[in-house]
C-alpha cells in the first residue's frame, strides 16, 4: 500500500533534515522510500528550480513564479511521485501544493482559488496522505536559513530569504490557516526545539499513520 507525505514549513523549519532523518528511519524498518522535493525532484524540474530560487532573479513576476511552480510539479509528479505511488512506494515529498498556497497566495497575495485550479491541474489525483506542518517562529527560522546558506558551497538558493519579515508572517500564517481546514491531513510539529526532539515527534505521527494504514 502506498503512502504520500509531504512536509511544509517557512524558511529554517528544519523539515529537509527531518525528511532525510525519516527516510533513513523507515528504510531501515523495511519500507521502500522515495525521498524528494519540490520544486525540482527530476531534470527538468531542476533547471526550473534553479530559474525560481536564484536570487539574482528579481525581475521575476509572483504570476511567471507560480506558472514556473506548476510546470516544475506537473512534470515532478508525473516522472516521479505518480509511479512510485502506483508501485506501493512511501513517497516523503520536501514541499508540494501546499506551499504554492501558502507562498503565492498568502505571501503574494495571487488568487487562492487560481492557485487551487492549477495545483489540481499540475497535480491531478495525487494528493498527500500526511502533511507534517513545521512550525517555528519566522525570526528563529530566518536566522537558521542564513547561517545555512553561509555555509553552503553550492548555489545559495536563497530568493525568497531575501523577502521581508512581513512576507515571511503571512506565509506563517497562511500554513497554519491551511492547517486549520484540514486537521484530518495535517499534523503541527513544533519545529523550535532541538532536532532530536524535534524528529521524535515526526516519528510519533508517521507511526500512528502506519498503524491506521495496516502498515506498522
Same mark, same amino acid.
Not at 11 to 23: D, F, N, P, V
Not at 85 to 108: H, N, W
Given at each position: 500500500?502506498?503512502? @504520500?507525505?509531504? @512536509?511544509?514549513?517557512?524558511?529554517?523549519?528544519?523539515k529537509t533534515?527531518q525528511?532525510?532523518?525519516? #527516510?533513513?528511519?523507515?528504510?531501515a524498518?523495511?519500507?521502500? $522510500?522515495?525521498?524528494t522535493?519540490?520544486?525540482g525532484?527530476?531534470?527538468?524540474a531542476?533547471?526550473?528550480?534553479?530559474?525560481?530560487?536564484?536570487?539574482?532573479n528579481?525581475? +521575476?513576476?509572483?504570476?511567471?513564479?507560480?506558472? +514556473?511552480y506548476?510546470?516544475?510539479r506537473?512534470?515532478? $509528479?508525473?516522472?516521479? $511521485?505518480?509511479p512510485?505511488?502506483?508501485?506501493?512506494?512511501?513517497?516523503?515529498?520536501? /514541499?508540494?501544493?501546499?506551499?504554492?498556497l501558502?507562498?503565492? *497566495?498568502?505571501?503574494?497575495?495571487?488568487?487562492?482559488?487560481?492557485i487551487?485550479?492549477l495545483?489540481?491541474?499540475?497535480?491531478g489525483?495525487? $494528493?498527500p496522505?500526511?502533511?507534517?506542518?513545521?512550525?517555528?517562529p519566522?525570526?528563529?527560522? +530566518? *536566522?537558521r536559513?542564513?547561517r545555512?546558506? #553561509?555555509?553552503?558551497?553550492?548555489?545559495?538558493?536563497?530568493?525568497?530569504?531575501?523577502e521581508?519579515v512581513?512576507?515571511?508572517?503571512r506565509?506563517?500564517q *497562511?500554513?497554519?490557516?491551511?492547517?486549520? /481546514?484540514?486537521?484530518?491531513? @495535517?499534523?503541527?510539529?513544533h519545529a523550535?526545539?532541538d532536532?532530536?526532539?524535534v524528529?521524535?515527534?515526526v516519528?510519533?505521527?508517521?507511526?500512528?499513520? +502506519?498503524r491506521?494504514? *495496516?502498515?506498522?
Amino acid at each position: 500500500m502506498s503512502l @504520500f507525505i509531504t @512536509f511544509e514549513g517557512i524558511e529554517g523549519s528544519g523539515k529537509t533534515t527531518q525528511i532525510s532523518r525519516l #527516510a533513513a528511519y523507515l528504510r531501515a524498518r523495511g519500507l521502500d $522510500v522515495v525521498q524528494t522535493r519540490e520544486p525540482g525532484g527530476c531534470p527538468i524540474a531542476d533547471t526550473i528550480r534553479a530559474i525560481l530560487l536564484d536570487a539574482a532573479n528579481t525581475a +521575476l513576476v509572483p504570476a511567471a513564479e507560480l506558472l +514556473l511552480y506548476a510546470a516544475a510539479r506537473a512534470q515532478h $509528479v508525473a516522472e516521479v $511521485v505518480r509511479p512510485a505511488l502506483a508501485d506501493g512506494r512511501v513517497v516523503l515529498c520536501d /514541499r508540494f501544493t501546499d506551499a504554492t498556497l501558502a507562498y503565492q *497566495g498568502f505571501g503574494r497575495g495571487l488568487s487562492l482559488p487560481q492557485i487551487n485550479s492549477l495545483n489540481a491541474m499540475a497535480r491531478g489525483a495525487t $494528493v498527500p496522505d500526511l502533511t507534517l506542518l513545521f512550525d517555528l517562529p519566522v525570526e528563529i527560522g +530566518l *536566522g537558521r536559513a542564513f547561517r545555512r546558506i #553561509a555555509g553552503t558551497a553550492g548555489p545559495a538558493e536563497d530568493r525568497f530569504e531575501q523577502e521581508s519579515v512581513a512576507f515571511h508572517q503571512r506565509i506563517r500564517q *497562511g500554513y497554519l490557516t491551511l492547517a486549520d /481546514r484540514e486537521p484530518q491531513r @495535517f499534523r503541527k510539529i513544533h519545529a523550535e526545539a532541538d532536532a532530536d526532539q524535534v524528529f521524535a515527534e515526526v516519528v510519533a505521527v508517521v507511526e500512528q499513520c +502506519l498503524r491506521q494504514r *495496516g502498515r506498522s
